[in-house]
């Protein structure tokens, strides 16, 4: 099995590996504008000086080292998963329960399926305007940002979940003599959770999504307000240094999510081998 994974692991880098060596040949032979696409060697050395804390300059005995290095790139991370979490728990945890009583329950899907269909396709940014008026700058609007982005991915998967469990499980529930209460804990809810963690790893990747653009208009650090100011002053290489960060810590967290819906999902008949 470790032979596997590293053998996949291994096939997946090689795409990469061969784009970064052609990006690398175009800049090192002038074919592209250093000032446009900088090479990935300056990109790298950027992200290291993004990367390590500053250093005094009378410890660094006067050389680059003193200015060159800045530390933003832990606190500038930390600061957006900070937002990140949050806002997802506050838009999961007010989409779960939600979800779970409209999939449950079709007086209460009857009640609330056109609202949330209205809002569902409104992307989080339209909603940039009106959480800078409701909430101002900071953390706040981009909280609330974050929480609708989580929010629909999470209601719709749970309803589906639900709506969608296997009426054999309720008719054999229901001879054995299962309360309601009963059938909902033991036969509905875990019948539904596959479709519950689908949505809370889309959910999370959509929360990703809105914090970076949240960060760019509400708040003053952070990986998109790190690009931006970048950009303002027309560095390139940094731009792409905070890409990658990006990349980098969403790939983290989606392996992350992916292992914890493994773990939990183990039961499961898709996950046996």
């Keep these: 099995m470790a032979k596997i994974q590293w053998r996949e692991v291994g096939a997946g880098l090689i795409v990469p590996l061969v784009l970064i060596a052609v990006w690398q040949a175009a800049a090192s032979l002038g074919w592209v504008n250093p000032n446009v696409l900088p090479s990935p060697v300056a990109v790298v050395q950027r992200w290291i000086a993004y990367l390590l804390p500053p ?21 500038d991370a930390l600061g ?13 945890g007010l989409a779960l329960p939600l979800g779970l009583m409209m ?20 992307p989080p940014i339209a909603y940039i305007p009106l959480a800078i008026l409701w909430f101002g700058l900071g953390n706040p609007p981009a909280v609330f940002l974050i929480s609708i982005g989580a929010f629909f991915p999470v209601l719709i998967n749970t309803i589906a979940g639900v709506r969608h469990v296997d009426g054999i499980y309720l008719r054999a529930a229901r001879n054995l003599g299962a309360s309601q209460s009963t059938m909902f804990l033991r036969v509905i809810l875990p019948a539904a959770v596959p479709y519950i963690l689908s949505g809370v790893r889309i959910g999370i990747g959509t929360s990703f999504i809105v914090v970076i653009v949240s960060e760019m208009i509400a708040v003053n650090n952070g990986l998109g307000f790190r690009i931006l100011e970048a950009r303002e ?41």
């Design 55 to 75: 250093v005094p300059f009378a410890e660094a005995g006067g050389s680059w080292l003193a200015w060159a290095v800045s530390g933003e790139l832990i606190i």
């Design 80 to 92: 957006s998963m900070y937002r990140v979490v949050v806002g997802f728990l506050i838009g999961a």
């Design 103 to 122: 999939g449950a329950s079709q007086r209460v899907y009857a009640w609330l399926n056109p609202l949330a269909q209205v809002l569902r396709p409104i």
């Design 233 to 273: 002053y027309f560095w390139s290489d940094k731009i792409i240094a905070g890409m990658i960060s990006i990349g980098m810590l969403g790939l983290a967290i989606d392996v992350a999510v992916n292992k914890l819906n493994n773990y939990l999902l183990r039961w499961h008949r898709g996950l046996e081998h």
